[in-house]
C-alpha cells in the first residue's frame, strides 16, 4: 500500500535551534497536513498545503507543498521546550477521502 | 473552533467484551473518520462515514462495526473485545468535498483489552 516516509525519526535539538523534517512519498497527493501531537492526546492540525510549491506559515511554522507533489517538509524557528512532541505529516490521496500518515518525527528540545 | 470530542479518554475492557467508542462533532461536519494508532505504525483508518447511515470501510475494518445514525455522531463498535485491539482511538471530522479538506481529530480513546 501506499507509504509515506518521514525524516528524522526524532531529534534533540537545543532551545533556539531551527528544526526541519520531511515527509517523502511515491504517491502523488492533493493536499498535505502537518500535526502535532502531544502524549495522551489527539492530533493538532497545525499547517495545510492545497498546491504545489505553495509555502505557508503559521508563527514560528513554516511549511511547504513539494513540486512533485511527492513530498513536504516542516520547519520550526527558535525553538522552544513547549514544541516538544510528535509531528506528523498526511497527504491526501486525489479524488479520495484518504489520506496517508507518516508515523511521525518525534521532536525534544532541550532547555 | 471545531470542537472533536471522545465519550471516553481511558477504557479497560476485557476480553469478549462488546465495546462502544463514542465521538461527536459540533461542527456539522460530513465526513466522520475512525483511526486507531499504534507506536510505528502510524494511523491506520478502520472505517469512515460520509454521510448519516452510510460507511465504508477503511483499511483495517476486521472486528470492527461503525454507526452513524446522525450526523454529529459517530461511533466505533468492537464487536468482541480481542487483545490485538489495545490501541489508541482518534476519531476526526472534515467538511464535505473530496478535493481539498482537512481533517480534525479528538482527544483520543486509550483502550485496554485484557
Known amino acids: 500500500g501506499q507509504q509515506l516516509n518521514q525524516s528524522p525519526q526524532s531529534m534533540f535539538i537545543q532551545e533556539g535551534e531551527d528544526v526541519s523534517m520531511n515527509c517523502t512519498s511515491s504517491s502523488i497527493f492533493n493536499t498535505w497536513l502537518w500535526y502535532k501531537q502531544d502524549p495522551g492526546e489527539g492530533p493538532v492540525l497545525l499547517i495545510a498545503?492545497?498546491?504545489?510549491?505553495e509555502l505557508t506559515s503559521n508563527g514560528r511554522l513554516t511549511a511547504q507543498f513539494g513540486i512533485t507533489r511527492k513530498d513536504s517538509f516542516l520547519n520550526i524557528s527558535a525553538s522552544i521546550p513547549s514544541d516538544v512532541g510528535i509531528y506528523f505529516c498526511a497527504g491526501q490521496l486525489g479524488g479520495t477521502y484518504k489520506y496517508i500518515f507518516g508515523t511521525g518525527t518525534r521532536l525534544k528540545v532541550l532547555a | 473552533d471545531v470542537k472533536v470530542t471522545q465519550s471516553s479518554r481511558y477504557l479497560v475492557k476485557r476480553t469478549g467484551e462488546k465495546v462502544f467508542l463514542e465521538c461527536v462533532q459540533d461542527m456539522d461536519h460530513e465526513n466522520m473518520f475512525w483511526y486507531r494508532q499504534d507506536p510505528g505504525l502510524g494511523l491506520r483508518l478502520i472505517y469512515f462515514s460520509y454521510d448519516v447511515k452510510m460507511k465504508e470501510k477503511g483499511d483495517i475494518p476486521e472486528g470492527y462495526s461503525v454507526s452513524r445514525e446522525k450526523k454529529e455522531r459517530f461511533s466505533l463498535i468492537l464487536e468482541s473485545a480481542s487483545t490485538n485491539q489495545t490501541s489508541m482511538y482518534l476519531c476526526a471530522s472534515s467538511p464535505p468535498g473530496q478535493v481539498f479538506y482537512e481533517q480534525y481529530f479528538g482527544p483520543g480513546t486509550r483502550l485496554t483489552v485484557t
Open positions: 498545503l492545497y498546491k504545489a510549491g
